[in-house]
């Protein structure tokens, strides 16, 4: 079969491999659709050792059941479903508690991160990865799995603050962001605020229930801050889908007293929680500050739920998988709007 392998460090290419058969506990999938993340990047552009290669990348992923493995209940030929990607250790505290995305055994396991992923025509996965996804159109289904499960999770953390009335920062409209605005929107009676340097990234925010949308630049902490109120007023809630430093230095000075930073985006900024002489400032007092990973099974479910019922919608440019490399090069100019979902 066809597969797009990470073939040594920072290298995408497709290669012909032998198809997969699922071993016991495993399915077969015919890969229907699989979204291109910003996390595959990282994973490209991660030093040597990180990631084992060769691997097939894709982490997010919706397909057909074509085969099962001995002593698979539940799953036949046929049946379509999403993939959750984490493989928790099982049996650690988290994992007991269904907090396999705080597993315990680190690094975590998972598909296209630890193990072949859904680049690839086929790929085989542990048959409790998987979820019922009904008739939905699979290039819908993927983007679910961690476009959407990760601020749908991020959103679950914050949900003590964000009461009807208060202000919410969403800063990256891109494939999680633009996931994100629609779940506040869905879920929640908050004010939604967007943040990207990107105008049509905005004018993606706006059409998905965005408030106020705010182009990045030099004076983005003014902008917002002309909204939001000076301190100590400001967000209750920041969700930062970039996490470099201009974003992360954004989230700090227009987060509320009392407020909450929600750091998903993995470019590598740093957060001072405490200020190193007076530069920069502090976080005001009470803020807390997390680092949500990915989001939980139950959770997968209740965005497809979500999907399903049509509140959730991924705004996706399809590729064929002989194109996947574009995919990724187009990802990292900034040129998708939305989700780049590929369809081997
Ligand atoms: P994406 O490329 O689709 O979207 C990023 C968006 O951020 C784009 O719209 C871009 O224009 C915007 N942006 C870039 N720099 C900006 C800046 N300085 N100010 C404002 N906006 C800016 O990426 P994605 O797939 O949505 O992933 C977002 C981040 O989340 C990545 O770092 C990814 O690795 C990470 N991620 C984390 C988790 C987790 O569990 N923590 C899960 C998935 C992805
Ligand atoms: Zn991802
Ligand atoms: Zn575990």
């Not at 315990?104 to 979820?131: F, Q, T």
């Not at 405490?274 to 990973?293: C, M």
């Amino acid at each position: 079969m066809r597969a797009v392998r990470m073939t040594a460090p920072g290298v995408l290419e497709q290669v012909e491999v032998p198809t997969p058969t699922a071993g016991p506990g495993e399915v077969l999938l015919r890969v229907g659709a699989v979204g291109a993340c910003h996390s595959d990047l990282h994973i490209l552009d991660a030093p040597a050792g990180l990631f084992p290669t060769p691997i097939t990348l894709g982490h997010e992923i919706a397909g057909t059941v074509d085969g099962v493995g001995a002593g698979v209940a539940g799953w036949s030929p046929g049946d379509r479903a999403a993939v959750y990607g984490i493989i928790g250790c099982g049996h650690c505290r988290a994992c007991l508690r269904g907090l396999e995305n705080q597993c315990r055994v680190v690094p975590v396991g998972g598909i296209g991160l630890s193990r072949d992923g859904g680049l690839a025509e086929h790929v085989v996965v542990p048959a409790s990865r998987l979820l019922h996804v009904g008739d939905m159109d699979l290039t819908q289904a993927a983007p679910l799995t961690d476009a959407g499960l990760t601020p749908y999770h991020a959103v679950e953390l914050a949900r003590e603050r964000l009461r009807p009335g208060t202000t919410c920062v969403v800063i990256g409209i891109g494939g999680l962001g633009h996931m994100a605005v629609q779940i506040l929107t869905a879920t929640t009676a908050v004010r939604i605020v967007a943040v990207d340097t990107s105008v049509a990234a905005l004018d993606l925010a706006s059409r998905l229930g965005a408030h106020e949308v705010v182009q990045a630049g030099p004076d983005t902490v003014e902008k917002l801050r002309a909204t939001l109120g000076p301190p100590p007023d400001g967000a209750d809630v920041v969700l930062d889908f970039v996490g470099a430093q201009p974003t992360l230095d954004t989230a700090r000075q227009v987060i509320a007293t009392g407020g909450q930073v929600l750091l998903v985006g993995l470019a590598g900024g740093t957060l001072p929680v405490r200020p190193v002489a007076d530069e920069p400032p502090p976080l005001p007092l009470e803020t807390s500050v997390q680092v949500p990973f990915w989001g939980t099974r139950a959770e997968l479910q209740e965005v497809i739920a979500l999907a399903r019922g049509g509140q959730l919608h991924a705004d996706v440019q399809t590729f064929p998988l002989e194109q996947a490399p574009e995919a990724y090069e187009a990802l990292r100019r900034g040129d998708i709007h939305g989700r780049a979902v590929i369809v081997p």
